[in-house]
């Protein structure tokens, strides 16, 4: 989790301002709620740990609207350290019991605590990659994730 962390932040310090509502394409997410979404994955373990399930018909989740780098900067900061804590401070048999999100009656998904906390910290890497994306096309250069990035080579 820590590596995954160091990684996004050098992801969220190249965020750029006046962009939040670019999106490459009419499905897209846009940029500052993408960015947003991954920092919110960093405290997924202290939900999964501390719930049995997600139920977006209720309303358990509700995205968190931030408007600037500092905020989004911030917002990774806090999760990450909440997200941390609840790891160091959990025991193994915490993470065997089942965790499910749902929509109302029906069950989206379902693991063991365990699993459900790696397919969140997977959901940063894919989100992560997207975002590399938007950069992309918007001329920022992308930071290495697993290595150096084309924008960091020397040829």
């Not at 804590?85 to 029906?106: H, R």
């Not at 397919?119 to 994306?133: M, N, P």
């Amino acid at each position: 989790m820590k590596q995954e962390y160091e990684t996004t932040k050098k992801f969220i310090d190249r965020f750029p301002e006046g962009k939040n509502d670019y999106a490459p394409h009419e499905k897209s997410m846009k940029l500052m709620p993408l960015a947003t979404h991954i920092a919110e994955v960093f405290a997924w373990p202290e939900t999964i740990l501390n719930t049995d399930e997600l139920d977006f018909a209720k309303g358990d989740y509700q995205p968190t609207v931030l408007n600037s780098k500092a905020e989004l900067q911030q917002k990774l900061e806090d999760d990450y350290q909440k997200g941390k804590a609840a790891l160091d401070n959990a025991e193994e048999s915490s993470l065997e019991p089942k965790w499910a999100m749902k929509m109302g009656d029906q069950t989206l998904a379902e693991w063991s605590k365990y699993g459900a906390i790696r397919h969140a910290l997977d959901q940063i890497t894919h989100h992560r990659a997207q975002l590399g994306v938007y950069y992309r096309l918007n001329d920022i250069p992308v930071p290495g994730s697993y290595g150096p990035s084309a924008d960091e080579q020397s040829f």
